[in-house]
């Protein structure tokens, strides 16, 4: 069963709630931070449950002289002309 964006804000709101001691008037808070996580976990690599890493294709990069890593376009190719 696939859980919907909105199930896991409501279920994290729900622990986050849980977590401080079910205090009252909070609700807004624990649900802006539920989403909040949830917008973070899709925009990295970690799954949606966070118990994996998932894999994302690199981009080529070359060593500076300093040992840092830049990263580098992808190389274009020549465009051809129609006649």
């Known amino acids: 069963m696939t859980e919907t964006r909105e199930e896991w804000i409501r279920k994290r709101a729900y622990a986050?709630?849980?977590?401080?001691?079910?205090p009252t008037g909070r609700d807004f808070v624990h649900w802006e931070q539920a989403r909040a996580e949830r917008q973070a976990l899709e925009g990295s690599a970690a799954s949606l449950d966070g118990k994996e890493v998932k894999t994302r294709k690199r981009t080529a990069s070359t060593p500076k002289a300093n040992g840092a890593v830049k990263a580098t376009a992808p190389k274009k190719t020549a465009s051809r002309k129609s006649a």
């Open 16 to 22: 986050l709630w849980e977590e401080e001691g079910r």
